[in-house]
């Protein structure tokens, strides 16, 4: 397939490689032109715009919010204005709600076809097409993609036919996952304080009840303290509690540990943590007993 990309960031740049090991046409677009040029050593195309981007059969974004997903989709040269008739756009993003329903409008009336497809994994999963993607759209739209969900991950999930009904599912798993982060934080400060070693203390949590790939990578970054450099960081994780809540309230679903969330994260970027990996956020803890801040 003839595949336009843009977004080349820690996620999307290991997702375009894999799409050109699979053997599709891929065609790079990214602000930054140095993570182009990485790509097209791979055997891509650099696209000067990002209608350049949009003259193939699909075009996937992985951008970092709904500001940068508008600014490439709507407008004079955006996805929208340049994509052929028929053909469709992946949004990979973790977006609000309502922005999903904004792409679904927009490429509907457009004559193109429109499939949320939000993924699960960090930077590494992505590198070794180890992501699970949460895709929804219509029937004839998810077919089309599905060999570029293929090369990008192990398994691919439908969860309707409403591409929002991707976007939700996505933003409540980032949620859970902050959770976890939380508790983790919380469980190994109060151990660690004692004199209980944490990556000892990991091994017991993740070789009894709490044997789950959420508990191994979390748990193990924040026992070695491995924050920097930022598979996803903190700022993206305050933008996810945020548009949990938001949803929370469209929805009139109370989110009381989502709020806690939210301060936790807020806490860690008033103190400089920031561009830190948002498991530092569960180091907070530890830092409030009386350990060395994460930043």
Known sequence: ????????????????????????????????????????????????????????????TMLANDDAVGAVTFGDDGVVASLPAGAVHVSSSTISVAMAQRL?????????????????????????????????????????????????????????????????????????????????????????????????YLELLTSTLFDAPVYRTYGGLLAREEFSPAGFAATLGLKDVKLALSAGDELQVPLPIASLLRDRFLTLLATGGGELDWSAMGALSAWEAGADHPA
């Open 1 to 60: 397939m003839k595949i336009g990309f843009i977004g080349l960031g820690n996620m999307g740049a290991a997702m375009a490689a894999n799409l050109l090991k699979a053997g599709h046409e891929v065609i790079a677009y990214n602000r930054s032109p140095g993570k182009v040029a990485a790509l097209v050593e791979q055997g891509a195309s650099a696209a000067a715009s990002v209608g350049d981007a949009c003259q193939g059969d699909v075009v996937v």
């Open 104 to 200: 679904t409008e927009a490429h509907g009336e457009a004559g193109q076809g429109f499939v949320a497809a939000p993924v699960f994994g960090r930077p590494e999963a992505a590198a070794a097409a180890k992501l699970f993607v949460v895709a929804a759209g219509s029937p004839g739209a998810v077919d089309t993609v599905s060999p570029v969900f293929d090369a990008m991950g192990q398994r691919t999930f439908v969860v309707g036919e409403d591409p929002q009904a991707a976007n939700l599912v996505k933003i409540s798993g980032n949620f859970l996952i902050a959770s976890v982060i939380e508790s983790l934080g919380e469980a190994m400060a109060l151990v660690g304080k004692s004199g209980v070693d944490k990556q000892q």
